[in-house]
């Protein structure tokens, strides 16, 4: 699997920013959509939103208006900027590949990063 490495997690007061970063190390061609999902305590992962190749979005109704997902193709980074910022945000994010292609030809299935948390305070 391609590593993933997610920084930029953190504790904020409500209505701050964060801004979260992952990273795809390796010899890559390219990458489908990558996304960002997160989980708080006691409940399922959730999609937060989500980026195609071609820089299509979508995202979960709960962060529309607030979240704004992006990539960098040539840095094969994946960000998210969080802005007004709400408790109900708290968790912990993980970073998603759906398909990582190699410059060698092979590819990798769906990966994820270790997760980064997120905490914010009322």
């Known amino acids: 699997q391609v590593q993933l490495v997610e920084s930029g997690g953190g504790l904020v007061q409500a209505g701050g920013s964060l801004r979260l970063s992952c990273a795809a190390s390796g010899t890559i061609f390219s990458i489908t959509t990558m996304g960002w999902y997160r989980q708080a305590p006691g409940k399922q992962r959730e999609l937060v939103a989500r980026i195609t190749s071609g820089s299509r979005t979508d995202y979960a109704d709960s962060v529309k208006g607030r979240f704004t997902i992006s990539r960098d193709n040539a840095k094969n980074t994946v960000y998210l900027q969080m802005d007004s910022l709400k408790p109900e945000d708290t968790a912990v994010y993980y970073c998603?590949?759906?398909?990582?292609?190699?410059?060698?030809?092979?590819?990798?299935?769906?990966?994820w990063g270790q997760g980064t948390q997120v905490t914010v305070s009322s």
């Open positions: 998603n590949a759906a398909k990582t292609y190699y410059e060698s030809g092979a590819y990798s299935p769906e990966s």
